[in-house]
């Protein structure tokens, strides 16, 4: 199920908390849980409905500007029915936390276990170390680019990263990716000593869904963080080339989230 970003941030405020879609089926069912951007969603209640019978209220806690685009929305396939999905935030993602713990020596042989089993059901061969000692030396390196470096397809290889992350390995940037904690101290297990690394950021890290465009553009001035945009104007971020209205749009939206502005929205 897509949910637009800021509709996300709405649903984590507690602002919004219903969605309507048309589906043949239903696509998702009371109890499920999904990961995204701002952490997990859960759908709390879901219902079949006829779009007469919607209202104002429908309209307004599914974000919609009024319930005339609501229902012109639903407008479309109209073949199939129509569903009033409810939705609740359900906390962070849980595998931040899980990226952040380093583990110690019972659960690296658990790990490594882990690790040993993915090798041996690919059909590309050992992929899991190579994996992990390719991101961690190419930090925030683009995906095809380090597919590309390893031979292998881009989309073979970032659904491997994904089953990394899925070990809270790695961490997907708005461009490429970097160890975790965990990763590192999983890599480093297999080194005859712990790998120097440049220090990690302090701060949040760019939302991804700026887009890669914006994330180089920020970057270029030595902006890495959420907590750095704040020093910057929109009219700052709109001249620089790669950031456009969404990307100040969705910059906005985090910094909200945090209780923070962009400076010229500081007054």
Known sequence: MMIRPAELAAIKAGTLDLAFRRWAKPRVVVGTRMRTGVGVIEVTSLDQVSVSSLRADDARRAGAPSLGA??????????????????????????????????????????????????????????????LDLIDLNPTVRAPDLAARVGRETADFKKD??????????????????????????????????????????????????????????????????????????ADLAAMHGVGPIAISRLREALAERGSRLADDQA
């Open 70 to 131: 609501l229902k012109k929305a639903l407008s479309a396939r109209s073949e199939d029915p129509a569903w009033r999905i409810g939705l609740a935030y359900a906390g962070p993602d849980p595998r931040e936390a899980l990226r952040a713990a380093v583990p110690d020596a019972d659960e690296i042989a658990t790990i490594t276990a882990r690790l040993d089993r993915l090798d041996a059901a690919s059909s590309y061969g050992a992929w899991t170390r190579e994996t």
């Open 161 to 234: 990263v994904r089953k990394l992350k899925e070990l809270g390995l790695t961490e997907s940037l708005a461009i490429g990716y970097l160890l975790s904690p965990r990763g590192e101290a999983v890599v480093d297990t297999g080194l005859p000593a712990p790998r120097e690394r440049t220090p990690r950021e302090i701060g949040t890290p760019l939302p991804r869904n700026i887009g890669a465009p914006a994330t180089r553009a920020l970057r270029e001035v030595g902006v890495t963080t959420l907590e750095q945009v704040v020093d910057h104007s929109a």
